[in-house]
């Protein structure tokens, strides 16, 4: 794997992190250096008699360091890559010390043991008879559910949402809670993001009846379930919450192969110490979008990243789905130079025109309303601010930004008000920025972790 140390940089969970991992990246702070073609491995000196022992599988990459921090990466491991890009022949080439070698083996057999479990779980014996009895179960308490949100709906609308105070509110709440319960949190969630928006900004009442009325679709197809497609059905199993089984999924899902362009990744903080990144890849071939969606907890981190920029050979396997977007990867190979990855974006479909992405949305979401995210591959299009607001330009069209002001400006710096070709993730109101392509090559601008 070869990295530059921008990516590197793109690992790290925040700031703070990739600044004092900079400060690490002094030979003299590390008696032992060493690398070979599966991993990385080191010994920084820390303020402690015994030395920190970083290592870094390199097939991931994943990491592992004995220092307390609970950060993951943490800031040896970064300068640790760091040093491998910028100090390559101060690493001693040949075997690990043992205990790079035994944690290597331990993931082997960590990674044996999950393929050899979805293989016997896919391969285990079903009756098929127990499980439509569940299934029918289940979908029957989602339906009931629906029913009484439904009527929710309804009481809210009569009342009016210009009534909306944090004691109705808290109603939001209880019936959110309902939906939990029955075995619908996809319905809850839903209610309250459409709750943590009310009075937020002068836009408000018009979100907050986009949310109602999207929920009111969803209950008026529960209510007619048995006359969709097997698809929109599938749609309305992950709505509710209803996750699909990931073995079924590698099993029997669409499969894909590919050269994906990787074309960003957002990694942000959820509730109960989990971490969620969500990496969007675009089929270099197909024109195919595809959205891996990743969850780590307590600062474990992931089994493998996706460089931005890059371009790597996959088998995706697709969820089920009218519009399917989320996908896992089966088979992956070693991602690309990024400068390769830059060469195969300008020969890439999927935005050869200033309509095409666009219209791939309106497909999406004619397909499935309730998709909340898009990717986007826009060509020709230059960043602005005006009145203080951040814009994407393209010809006469512009669309708002969202970013902090930190990466806006980096953004800006980056692209020095020139035509670029950028990847972004579109929220039906305002676009993310992922990754920015001047000239073809390497990518101007990443975004950075959260």
């Known amino acids: 794997m070869t990295l530059t140390v921008e990516e590197v940089t793109a690992l790290a969970p925040d700031d703070a992190s990739a600044k004092a991992a900079r400060g690490l990246v002094v030979p003299a702070k590390w008696p032992l250096l060493g690398a070979n073609e599966s ?114 709906l309804a009481d809210q609308l009569a009342r009016g949402i210009g009534s909306l105070d944090a004691a109705v509110l808290k109603t939001w709440a209880t019936m959110s809670a309902r939906m939990v319960d029955a075995q619908a949190p996809g319905l809850g969630a839903r209610l309250q993001e459409t709750a943590a928006g009310v009075r937020r900004d002068e836009r408000w009442p018009e979100r907050t009846l986009q949310g109602l009325g999207l929920l009111q679709l969803a209950c008026d197809a529960l209510s007619r379930r048995d006359t969709l497609s097997p698809e ?87 969820f089920p789905g009218a519009s399917p977007l989320r996908a896992l990867a089966l088979e992956r190979g070693e991602a690309s130079d990024a400068r390769e990855a830059g060469d195969l974006l300008q020969r890439t479909p999927g935005a050869s025109s200033p309509e095409a992405p666009w219209r791939q949305v309106a497909e999406r979401v004619a397909a499935c309303p309730w998709i909340a995210l898009h990717p986007l591959l826009l060509r020709d299009v230059v960043v602005e601010v005006t009145d203080g607001r951040p814009w994407l330009r393209q010809a006469d069209v512009a669309w708002p930004l969202r970013l902090g002001d930190a990466e806006l400006w980096r953004l800006l710096a980056c692209t020095g008000g020139a035509s670029v070709t950028l990847a972004g993730e579109w929220d039906g109101a305002a676009i993310q920025p992922l990754t920015a392509w001047t000239d073809g090559g390497r990518p101007a601008w990443i975004k950075e972790a959260a």
């Open 39 to 152: 991993a990385a491995w080191g010994e920084c000196q820390g303020s402690g008699s015994k030395p920190y022992q970083t290592q870094v599988d390199l097939s991931g990459p994943a990491f592992r360091c004995s220092c307390p921090s609970r950060k993951f990466p943490c800031k040896h491991g970064l300068a640790l890559l760091m040093l491998r890009v910028e100090h390559a022949p101060r690493f001693v080439d040949g075997q690990p010390p043992a205990w790079v070698g035994e944690w290597l083996a331990s993931r082997g057999e960590k990674a044996q043991k999950k393929e050899t479990q979805r293989a016997e779980q896919a391969a285990a014996p079903v009756d098929p008879q127990a499980a439509a009895k569940r299934e029918a179960q289940r979908w029957k308490r989602i339906e009931g559910a629906a029913l009484d949100l439904q009527r929710f």
């Open 232 to 318: 929109q059905q599938a749609d309305l199993r992950t709505l509710a919450g209803w996750p699909h089984d990931q073995a079924e999924v590698s099993a029997t899902g669409e499969r894909v192969a590919d050269r994906w362009l990787v074309l960003g990744s957002v990694t942000e903080e959820r509730a109960n110490k989990l971490t969620e990144r969500r990496a969007w890849l675009h089929g270099t071939r197909s024109g195919r979008a595809g959205w891996l969606l990743d969850h780590a907890f307590a600062g474990r981190g992931f089994d493998q990243f996706w460089f931005s920029g890059t371009a790597i050979d996959a088998t995706l396997a697709f």
